[in-house]
């Protein structure tokens, strides 16, 4: 098959019985229905434990759903609020001076 | 660097700011312009004299890689993205290759609301799609960019040990080697800046951005000439919405670096902008050190960003192939 998200070809691999597609591109992971409650529960299995609440973030956060201006895309190792549209980071008022001129010139 | 350095770089400048009779009436004296140092580093001392910029560039530089990169800059192709120089090939000057260039006027740094965050994407754009080896009648060494991370990282190394330092070495050490230059970049070649700033923007007399600085100008991985706002931008130092016009503005002309249908665009920007955060907090722990002084909040930001990404590697290990459809 291949990624919905770039088109690549996906590779299926076998994890405790349970398939899971990779693509060969961007490495996006593709469970089918009931996957990831199997891999959960496999998890709770191994370690003695309950399930862990799911799903994990993505390394690559879609968007919200749109609510005016839409956040822009961010990594999943950006500042934890700067990257993500919200309050923080350090371009609001005198930072961002500070950072505009000394951060956004230097080479 | 010597002392006559400075008088003599400024007497380049000032002959070909003034080819014919000097305004001074006495030719035997020096000229009075005004020549004010732009920059003054070991590998760059740029000065300005009236309409004129000289360029000293550092004495290890290839003359023939400057070479090519100046008649890039000069060529018509490029017209309407990078500064031409006066001349196609640098003069010496005590050991040091020579440019001359027309001045601009730069970006302001007092005034982040006026940055020119558009004209800078349209200039990139314009810049990623010229196909160097068809157009170009000069081949480009490769692109700078991933030589000056590890030049950066080399300082960061000879500083000696700092406390702020192991988090830096961590994300570096989980970087791919093509962005460590230690290979040749995956993918497509394109033409690239290869050391992209605010700094690199001027505007001409005539009112038109262009981009300056041809030192590290090759071809490589498009992506990095992005880098830096994305890391910016990823660090919390530059606005989402400062990010998104400078993105959706390099999408809508036509850029190479990321997917145009607006598909996300981090796995591309992924480890160029991890490796220009390492960049910039090398050399900031680096002049800390220098200075005796502690991390400001800006550099401390780099270095926490830096600490975020060595646990999380810039792309997930390839699953064992156990069994394949």
Redesign the interface.
Known sequence: MQCPKCHAPMHTYNRNGVQIEQCNGCRGIFLDYGELESLTRLEAQWGGQQAPPPPAPQAYPAPPAPQGYPAAQAPAWGAPHGGHGGHGGHYGGHSRHKSFGHMLFSS | MTAAFLPALTAKASAAAHPNPHPNPRPDTPCDCATPVLTARPDATVIRHGTIVAKAHAPDTPPTDLTARLQTAAHPTLATTLLPPLHLTPTELQGRPVTLWPYGTP?D??D?DA?PWEAAATLLARLHTVPPPTTLPHPLPPMRGPA?AAHAVARLHAAGPHPAAPPVLRAWAALPPWARAETPPPGPHLLCHG?F???QLVRTPEGHWRLIDVDDLGTGNPAWDLA??AA?????????????RF?DTYRGAGGAAVPADG?????A??VP??ALTVQ?AA?AITKSVAADRPL???EQ?LV??CD??S??PP??A????????
């Open positions: 970006v740094r007092d982040p940055a000056k050391d700033h605010l700094g830096r706002p910016w931008y990823a660090c919390g130092l530059l606005a989402p919405d400062e990010w998104t993105l598909a996300d665009p981090w796995p920007l992924d902008a991890r910039t050399l400001d909040e800006i930001a926490d960003a975020r990404m646990r999380m792309r997930p390839e699953l064992a192939p156990e069994t394949t459809k």
